[in-house]
């Protein structure tokens, strides 16, 4: 019997990190896009960068003054054809960042970009896109590593609760 609660206890702390480990995953799906954004710079400014080909999200310094922004630019050779996305999501790790649009790069290449607008001291990058799809990945990821997680810890309470009764039954002595 000891041997059963014994290994009850050790799934539970398995389960324990395990949930701990989905937490963290879900962590770095957020904080990704956040931490691979280009160099900021001032609107007005032209921001210089080197991406790869495929989907690239613009950010602005928060303002309710999105719809009056105006970024234009250049991805290589084509004109920078910005386009507003419903399910492309705002930044929050490291720093807050309104998602002003998307661009597709078709190739890897140099992008030229300047945003302006009327919103003082305001800054933009240029970084990964983060979409609903990422949230949503993000949130069950993190949902099911809690449960997880809790499961594990009632495990191993389980156990530990289960040992100390035992004990109690037997006088102090160990379980056999």
């Known amino acids: 019997m000891t041997k059963n609660r014994s290994a009850i206890g050790s799934l539970g702390w398995v389960a324990v990190c395990l949930g701990i480990i989905g937490m963290l995953g879900a962590l770095a799906i957020l904080a990704a896009p956040g931490l691979s954004t280009a160099t ?6 032209r921001l210089t960068v080197d991406v790869s080909a495929g989907d690239h999200a613009v950010y602005v310094t928060p303002s309710d003054e999105w719809d009056s922004i105006t970024c234009t630019g250049r991805v290589g050779d084509d004109e920078l ?3 507003p996305s419903m399910i492309q999501q705002d930044l929050w790790i490291p720093a807050r960042w309104d998602a002003q649009g998307s661009f597709d790069a078709r190739a890897a290449g140099i992008v030229v970009l300047t945003c302006d607008g009327p919103v003082e001291s305001a800054t933009f990058t240029i970084g990964p896109v983060l979409s609903f ?11 099911a590593s809690l449960m997880v997680a809790l499961t594990g810890i009632a ?21 056999s």
């Open 81 to 83: 054809g910005l386009r």
């Open 155 to 175: 495990l191993a309470f389980s156990a530990a609760v289960t040992r100390r009764r035992a004990r109690t039954i037997n006088g102090g002595e160990p379980c």
């Open 40 to 45: 900021p710079v001032a609107f007005g400014e």
């Open 133 to 143: 799809g990422h949230l949503a990945a993000a949130t069950l990821i993190g949902i």
